[in-house]
């Protein structure tokens, strides 16, 4: 369902997968790590994000620098849900380097 083109089916499936997040969280990362469509990978990146593991923080700073502007969007809005120093510090670093990126 999160990998439909229909948004009515996509958002079922999202929030669906919400419940079961850090239960599944290896797979979807697998799955983000091996996704080369940066629609879904961006996705991916949402849902690791909804995850709040600090586990996922390395794997979000590297999509901040993704080719993918939507990508590297999806994985600095998932830094900012973290409650976690390595997020913030990730964030404050990633603006730094990058002071004038369009999504912030």
């Known amino acids: 369902m999160v990998r439909s083109s229909n948004s009515v089916t996509y958002e079922e499936g999202y929030h669906a997968m919400q ?19 940066p629609n879904m990978r961006g996705r991916f990146v949402e849902l690791l994000g909804d995850s709040r593991v600090a586990k996922v923080i ?12 939507e990508v590297r969007m999806w994985a600095y809005n998932a830094l900012e849900n973290i409650e976690h120093p390595d997020a913030e510090r990730a964030i ?13």
Do not use: K, S, W
């Open 58 to 69: 390395p794997l979000l700073c590297d999509e901040l620098e993704n080719p993918n502007r």
């Open 19 to 37: 419940a079961y997040l850090v239960e599944h969280l290896d797979d979807l990362i697998a799955l983000m790590l091996a996704e080369q469509d």
């Open 92 to 104: 404050q670093e990633f603006r730094v380097r990058h002071p004038d990126a369009d999504f912030l």
